[in-house]
C-alpha cells in the first residue's frame, strides 16, 4: 500500500446553524488521514458527525476551522478549484437512488460528464466504463427507464453515476442502507473489486460491522464530532474494552468468539473471518467439550 | 457558511420551544390577534404608524424572548423582490390615477411625487413588519396548536358547511412540511452538486440555463413530495383519521381573560396607529 495521504484532516470543527437558536456543534475536532489506494471505514453513532465529515471531502462543507487537504488541494485556500475537486472526489449520498432525475439509465450516469463538459465521445466512454463497473451491462441497460428499476438496480445506476467522472476516491454513506442483504451483499463485493483491481481509495461510513470488517483495511471511530479510535479491524475489534465504553456492536463472528473466550476457551479474537471463526470452533470441536461444563447438567 | 444551507434562511414555520407569555397565550386568541395585527399593518399608510407597528414588532420578539436576529435574518430571501417592488413603484407610480403631493422629478413619463415615495418606503416597511410578527407567531406556536386555534376560530363557518377541520389541516400540513423540503432541497442540491452541477453559476440573463439547472433538483423533489403525500395518507387512515368525521383532541384550549387582555391591547394599539392623525 502506497503510503502517501491522499485525505488529510487536521482538527476540523464545523457547527450547524450558527448565529440560530438550532446551533449545533457537529466537529469537535477530527483529525483524519486517508492513504491512497486505502479502503478506509468511519464507524460511529447517529449524530457522530461521520456524514458532515465526509461531506468536508468534496468541499460542499467547506472548513470552519482546522484544515482539510484533498490530494494535494488545500480547502481552505478559496482558489481551490470545486469542480476539479468534485469531480476527483466521488461522493455517493445516503438513499442515492432518490436523486435519480432523468428517464432513461445512460441519460442520468451522463449528467455528471457532461456537466464537465467532456466530449461526447469520452462520455460515452465513461458511461460504458462506469455501468460495467457498478454491474449493469451497458447495451442492455442504458436505454431502460429509470422508473422501472428495482431498489438494487437504482443504486447501481446511482453508483455508475458518481463512477463515470472517474474519480480517484470514492466516498459512501452508509452505501447498503436499506437494500435487500443479496443486493447489499453484491453492492460490497463490487466495491471491494474496484478497491483491489481499479486501486480506487475507498472511505464508507457504516453502522454494519460485518461490512466493515469484510471491506475496510483501517477503521476509524466517531464520537461526539471526535474520532476517538483509529485501527485494523482485527486490532480494534480485540479491544474490548473501547468497544465496550462506546457500545460499538460487534460483527456476529467477533461476537461469537468473545463468547467462546468468556466461557473459557482459548481463542483469537483477532482472526475473525468466517472461515477462521469456523475453523477455530472446529478445532475446539475436535478437542472435546471441556468436562467441567458438562458435568453439571 | 456553506452555500447549501438552506433550512437555516428559512425562519417562518420553525418553532423555538422556550416558555414567554407569548408561547403560553391561547392559540385561538394569538392567531386572531396576530392576524388582526397584519390587516392593520397592511392598511396602514402613514409613516408614524409603521414606525409603531415596527417598533411593536420588535417588542413582541422581546416579549416572547425570541432571537431578533433570528428574525431578521429570515427577512434576506425577500429583499430582492423588496428592491424590484420599490424600484416599480418608484418608477411608475407617480403617474397613477391617484398621484398627488410634491412633486420632485417630473421627466417625459417619469414622475416622482412626495406620495410615491411614501409608498415606496411604506410599502417596504409593512413588507418588514409582516414578516417580523409572522415569525413570531411561528416561531412561538407549535403547528399543531396552530391548527387547533384555526380550527376553533373558524368554528362558526360550520353552520355554512365550510369544511373547517380538513381546511385547517390542509393548512398545518402545508406549513409542516416547509423546512422538511427546505432540508431534501438542500440534500438533493449537494447531490447534485457532487456530480459537477453548479447551481447559480449562470449568469442573471440567461434565463433558460438557469432554468434547466433547477430540472435536476424540481424532478426529484416533486417525485418526494408525491411520496411523502401517499405516505402520509397511509400513516393517518392507518390512526383511524377519517376526513369530516368529528374529533375530539387531547389539548382543549381555553381562553382566560390574560388572552383576552392581549387580544383587546393589539386590537387598540391597531386602531390608534391606523387611526390616529399623525402629523405628515
Redesign the interface.
Known amino acids: 500500500m502506497a503510503a502517501e495521504p491522499i485525505i488529510d484532516v487536521q482538527h476540523l470543527e464545523h457547527t ?7 446551533v449545533h456543534q457537529a466537529l469537535t475536532g477530527v483529525s483524519i488521514t486517508v492513504y491512497s489506494g486505502e479502503c478506509v471505514a468511519i464507524i460511529g453513532h447517529t449524530g457522530s458527525g461521520k456524514s458532515t465529515l465526509v ?1 468536508h471531502f ?1 468541499g ?3 472548513p470552519q476551522k482546522g484544515k482539510v487537504i484533498v490530494d494535494g488541494a488545500d480547502l481552505s485556500d478559496k482558489k481551490t478549484d470545486m ?1 476539479g475537486l ?2 476527483k472526489v ?2 455517493v ?1 445516503q438513499d ?1 437512488e ?4 432523468e428517464s432513461l439509465v445512460g441519460d442520468e450516469i451522463a ?3 457532461f ?2 463538459g467532456w466530449p461526447i465521445k469520452d462520455v460515452r466512454d465513461a458511461v460504458k466504463g462506469a455501468m460495467e463497473m457498478a454491474g449493469l451491462p451497458f447495451d442492455a441497460m442504458k436505454d431502460r427507464p429509470t422508473a422501472a428499476l428495482s431498489g438494487g438496480q437504482k443504486r447501481k445506476v446511482a453508483l455508475a ?2 463512477l463515470a ?1 472517474k474519480p480517484k476516491i470514492l466516498v459512501l454513506d452508509e452505501p447498503t442502507a436499506g437494500l435487500d442483504p443479496r443486493s447489499g451483499m453484491e453492492l460490497l463485493g463490487r466495491l471491494k473489486t474496484l478497491n483491489e483491481q481499479e486501486h480506487l481509495t475507498i472511505v464508507f461510513i457504516s453502522h454494519h460491522l460485518e461490512e466493515v470488517a469484510y471491506l475496510a483495511d483501517r477503521i476509524y471511530v466517531l464520537d461526539h464530532g471526535k474520532n476517538i479510535g483509529e485501527g485494523s479491524p482485527a486490532t480494534l475489534f480485540s479491544n474490548k474494552k473501547m468497544l465496550e465504553k462506546y457500545r460499538i456492536g460487534t460483527p456476529e463472528t467477533v461476537d461469537i468468539l468473545y463468547r467462546l473466550q468468556d466461557a473459557g476457551f482459548s481463542v483469537n479474537v483477532a482472526h475473525y473471518g468466517i472461515a477462521e471463526v469456523a475453523s477455530q470452533i472446529c478445532s475446539i470441536l475436535e478437542h472435546g467439550p471441556r468436562r467441567d461444563r458438562y458435568d453439571t447438567v | ?2 452555500r ?2 438552506w ?2 434562511k428559512i ?1 417562518i414555520g ?1 418553532y ?1 420551544p ?1 416558555d414567554s407569555i407569548i408561547h403560553r397565550l391561547d392559540s385561538s386568541c394569538k392567531l386572531l390577534g396576530f392576524t388582526v395585527l397584519i390587516v392593520a399593518i397592511a392598511f396602514c399608510n402613514s409613516y408614524f404608524g409603521n414606525v409603531l407597528f415596527f417598533t411593536f414588532a420588535l417588542f413582541l420578539f422581546v416579549l416572547s424572548r ?2 431578533i ?2 428574525g431578521l ?1 429570515g427577512i434576506k430571501p425577500a429583499i430582492p423582490f423588496m428592491v424590484i417592488l420599490a424600484v416599480l413603484q418608484l418608477l411608475f407610480y407617480g403617474g397613477g390615477v391617484t398621484a398627488s403631493g410634491t412633486v420632485y422629478i417630473h421627466y417625459s413619463f417619469l414622475l416622482i411625487t412626495s406620495d410615491s415615495v411614501r409608498l415606496v418606503v411604506v410599502s417596504a416597511m409593512r413588507f418588514v413588519e409582516i414578516i417580523l410578527v409572522s415569525s413570531v407567531l411561528t416561531l412561538s406556536t407549535p403547528e399543531t396548536e396552530l391548527m387547533h386555534g384555526m380550527e376553533r376560530l373558524l368554528k362558526p363557518l360550520k353552520y355554512i358547511r365550510f369544511p373547517v377541520h380538513q381546511f385547517s389541516l390542509i393548512i398545518m400540513i402545508a406549513v409542516r412540511f416547509v423546512p422538511t423540503f427546505a432540508m431534501e432541497m438542500e ?2 442540491m ?9 447551481f447559480g453559476t449562470g449568469r442573471w440573463w440567461q434565463i433558460i440555463r438557469r432554468t434547466k439547472d433547477m ?2 433538483l424540481m ?2 423533489l416533486f ?2 413530495a408525491m411520496a411523502r403525500a401517499d405516505d402520509l395518507v397511509l400513516a393517518m387512515e392507518c390512526r383511524c383519521f377519517v376526513p369530516g368525521q368529528s374529533r375530539t383532541t387531547y389539548r382543549r384550549g381555553k381562553a382566560r381573560s390574560r388572552d383576552f387582555s392581549f387580544l383587546l391591547i393589539i386590537i387598540g394599539f391597531s386602531l390608534f396607529a391606523l387611526f390616529y392623525p399623525f402629523p405628515g
Open positions: 450547524y446553524m450558527k448565529g440560530t437558536p438550532f461531506q468534496n460542499l462543507i467547506l469542480k468534485r469531480q466521488g461522493l449520498f442515492p432518490s436523486q435519480i432525475f449528467y455528471g460528464p456537466k464537465m453515476g458518481v467522472l | 457558511m456553506t447549501f444551507e433550512s437555516r425562519t420553525h423555538i422556550i425570541l432571537p436576529r433570528y435574518s440534500k438533493l449537494k447531490a447534485q452538486a457532487s456530480r459537477g452541477a453548479a430540472f435536476p424532478i426529484p417525485r418526494s
